[in-house]
């Protein structure tokens, strides 16, 4: 009994140090179904407009959100098992909250950007020193709506913002240290729906609204400064934007087509813009949001206005396919999607009907979900709370492969 514990142990280290040294090929994946579990998390009156989501690598999941009954920012999440929902600020006779947009660190430290609207200001939120710091980040005159926020590999803050008095795109980093903001497109009328990612190197990638020419434009700063171009020129495109980038840097951006009514997507993996039809239904494509999982396959949540429900659509098997993911009355605006390490897709979206933040999520059934695997998830969680930088937890993400794939 002692020699074969010793042996296990020995197995066990071999794995890591193997793993450490040499690396690791991610095991391939089977066929998926997805199985979606819908929630209510908050039935207070009045909140979950302006909703955004961001999700750790093992699921815990984090929703900023406007309270529009008490005119403050919320905050949910279940990092301790069940759903938990407190108040980030409400300032008396203050309207604060809209436009919410939350990312975490490397360290799973949460950070928010919205709009003051009483001050009409640009405003920050973060916990990442374990209460609330709340500074104003933009005091202009009319700027701060349409806000998107993202972080770096570094632990530094990037937010894309839009400028209503001069009509431009702004934007703002705490990458040296102190916040700095500037102008990121100062043609005329741009700005509107923004939405900001980070690639690996950490360049800055931002999509948004051409309003004077009604078309879809990206800026970028990867070569050292920002450069603009348009997305797509067709007529009566670029509302609701949504961006990402993939493993390979390449961007994918999701908007909605205004001219037919229809969601659109456009990405440049090509090496050239690219932009196609997603869902040619009646009436849909608002308040999207694009998330790419780990094998680069693209997810996007979006409004069908004609019918008042929440969809979804994917290009996971190869094409687009497009599904409704909550069919009741009136629900499925303000919608924003992440996923997990397990490629588990996550949606925080509003229901207009009762006034309430509903939540919806996936699970994938390939095999890999079993009970045999529990304390293995329930491990990983546990040690990469907080305390693991994002390169340990590539190195833990292959181990739980090797795991499943030897106990499949």
């Known amino acids: 009994m002692c020699n074969r ?45 302006y909703t955004s989501i961001a999700v750790e690598s093992w699921g815990k999941v984090h929703i900023s959100y406007f309270d529009d009954q008490n005119n403050c920012l919320k905050y949910l999440t279940n990092d301790s098992g069940s759903w938990e929902t407190e108040t980030v600020e409400k300032i008396e006779n203050r309207i604060v909250g809209m436009y919410s947009s939350i990312a975490l660190d490397s360290l799973n430290n949460v950070h928010i950007s919205y709009h003051d609207d009483t001050k009409n200001h640009l405003k920050y939120a973060t916990n990442a020193d374990g209460w609330w710091e709340i500074p104003t980040i933009d005091s202009s005159d009319n700027v701060g709506t349409y806000t998107s926020i993202a972080c770096d590999s570094s632990y530094n803050v990037h937010i894309s913002y839009y400028d209503e008095m001069n009509r431009h795109l702004k934007y703002a980093t705490n990458e040296s240290g102190l916040w700095v903001d500037g102008t990121a497109d100062e043609n005329e009328k741009v700005g509107k729906y923004t939405s900001i990612a980070c690639d690996s190197p950490n360049s800055v990638h931002i999509s948004y609204y051409d309003e004077k020419n009604h078309h879809l434009k990206y800026a970028t700063n990867e070569s050292g400064s920002w450069v603009d171009y348009t997305a797509d020129e067709n007529e009566k495109v670029g509302k609701y934007t949504s961006i990402a980038c993939d493993s390979s840097r390449d961007i994918h951006i999701s908007y909605y087509d205004d001219g037919n009514g229809h969601l659109k997507y456009a990405t440049n993996e090509s090496g050239a813009w690219v932009c196609k039809t997603v869902d040619d239904s009646s009436n849909v494509g608002k308040y999207t949001s694009i998330a790419c999982d780990s094998s680069d396959n693209v997810h996007i949540s979006y409004y069908d206005d004609g019918k008042g429900h929440l969809k979804y659509a994917t290009n996971e098997s190869g094409s687009w396919v497009d599904e409704t993911v909550d069919d009741s ?46 304390w293995f998830k329930c491990f990983i969680s546990t040690v990469t709370d907080g305390c693991w930088k994002k390169s340990h937890l590539e190195i833990l993400r292959g181990l739980r492969a090797i795991w499943e794939r030897t106990t499949d």
Do not use: P
């Open 5 to 49: 514990r010793k042996f296990k142990l020995y197995v066990f280290w071999l794995i890591w140090f193997c793993v450490l040294a040499f690396g690791f090929q991610t095991t391939t994946r089977a066929a998926t179904t997805e199985t979606w579990k819908t929630e209510t998390v908050d039935d207070s009156e009045d909140v979950g407009k």
């Open 329 to 374: 009355s009136n629900v499925g605006k303000y919608t924003s999607i992440a996923c997990d390490s397990s490629d588990d897709v996550h949606i925080s979206y509003y229901d207009e009907g009762n006034g309430h933040l509903k939540y919806v999520s996936s699970t994938k059934s390939n095999g890999n979900n079993s009970d045999d695997h529990l």
